[in-house]
């Protein structure tokens, strides 16, 4: 058994039942009858933080949020993708490959990726490559940008003609945060009330903080080792905690909308590590706890209260992994570039 068969085969044919309303949800929107416009090619989107965290799911197969978020995408970085169309007609699967190794059919990657291409019906089989420019599974956002670069690239290799809206849905069922790399910059992701999820997608923010820096600070390059999906399950199942968890984000989202507005650097600063810490000790409280902070955040963290009571003003956002996220003014930059090697400035004008 090799290829669809193994596809159709177990698991996976449970995935496949499982998926028919998202099944329904992307046939709604790809044009009935696919054809290829040529046989390669390639696409890429930009890495996008949460400054107000997604954490958890009013619905897990269409990804719906359980609340609404607000990310900052990086121009400079991104996650790319490149389809080639297999047409030797002979073997009956995609071939994937991460940062040029090849990806075991039997892994879970393939298996999510394989399902998701499925939903689309597609006609032909792909030869796929996703690179990132940040460490892949590290907790930096570099599979949300993957799953939108390969909406991107569907779209283009099959001429489906999607509107941002359209293709903001088909990346959000493929991995909820991706629906917010779609764009550059400020982008809101709405928790909606649709039952379809037709409300609830990435949108465009136009506002800008020219003199805010957003920079990557890499302390662990390895796979993170708790999956987002695993996290939010464990903090909806602390009840409790996450009432209250969906009530401060929520005040937390029109805090930031309002800082955004007014042009406030240092209050939307504030809020984003104040939603993260808040994401944190909810993950903290649930039983068991989870921590995803490693040796080396511990290390950060106290590194960042130091320099901060020396007077530099900068702060942090953390996501489900143990690397951060550094928010601060431009006028400092020298100074964290001198304080911590390992910090990769993103452009995000
Ligand atoms: O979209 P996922 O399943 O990778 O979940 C993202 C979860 C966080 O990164 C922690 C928060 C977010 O909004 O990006």
Not at 111 to 138: C, G, K, M, T
Not at 165 to 192: C, E, K, N, Y
Not at 260 to 279: F, P, T
Request: aromatic letters at 8%; a positive charge; hydrophobic letters at 40%.
């Amino acid at each position: 058994m090799c290829g669809k068969d193994y596809l159709r085969s177990g698991y996976y044919k449970s995935l496949e039942k499982y998926m028919l309303r998202a099944k329904r949800v992307v046939k709604d929107i790809v044009p009935p009858i696919l054809t290829l416009r040529g046989i390669e090619q390639e696409a890429s989107a930009p890495i996008n933080i949460a400054l107000i965290k997604y954490w958890g799911k009013r619905d897990e197969e269409l990804r719906l949020p359980n609340n609404s978020s607000i990310s900052l995408s990086f121009k400079n970085l991104r996650s790319r993708v490149s389809l080639r169309a297999i047409l030797d007609g002979t073997r009956g699967e995609h071939k994937i490959f991460l940062n040029g190794r090849k990806v075991s059919v039997f892994s879970n990657f393939y298996q999510r990726l394989a399902s998701f291409l499925e939903l689309f019906d597609i006609p032909n089989f792909f030869e796929i490559h996703i690179s990132s420019d940040v460490p892949i599974a590290a907790g930096l956002a570099s599979s949300s940008a993957g799953f939108a670069s390969i909406v991107l690239a569907l779209n283009d290799i099959y001429d489906m003609k999607l509107n941002r809206r359209q293709l903001a849905i088909l990346s959000r069922i493929g991995s909820g945060s991706a629906t917010r790399s779609l764009h550059d910059g400020f982008v809101m992701w709405p928790r909606g009330e649709e039952e379809d999820g037709s409300d609830s997608y990435g949108v465009a923010l136009n506002y800008r903080l020219p003199q805010l820096r957003l920079a990557i600070l890499l302390l662990d390059r390895g796979k993170k080792m708790i999956s987002s999906t695993l996290g939010m399950s464990r903090a909806m199942e602390n009840q409790k905690v996450y009432k209250i968890w969906l009530e401060e984000s929520s005040a937390d989202f029109h805090r930031l909308c309002f800082a955004l507005q007014s042009g406030d650097l240092w209050g939307v600063c504030k809020i984003a590590q104040d939603n993260s810490n808040r994401m944190h000790a909810l993950m903290r409280s649930c039983v068991p706890p989870i921590n995803f902070n490693s040796m080396n955040t511990v290390r950060a963290l106290e590194q960042i209260a130091r320099i901060r009571s020396d007077g530099v003003e900068v702060f942090y956002t953390q996501d489900a992994g143990s690397n951060l996220k550094l928010l601060y003014h431009e006028r400092d930059h020298d100074c964290l570039v001198r304080e911590f090697r390992n910090l990769m400035l993103c452009e995000i004008e």
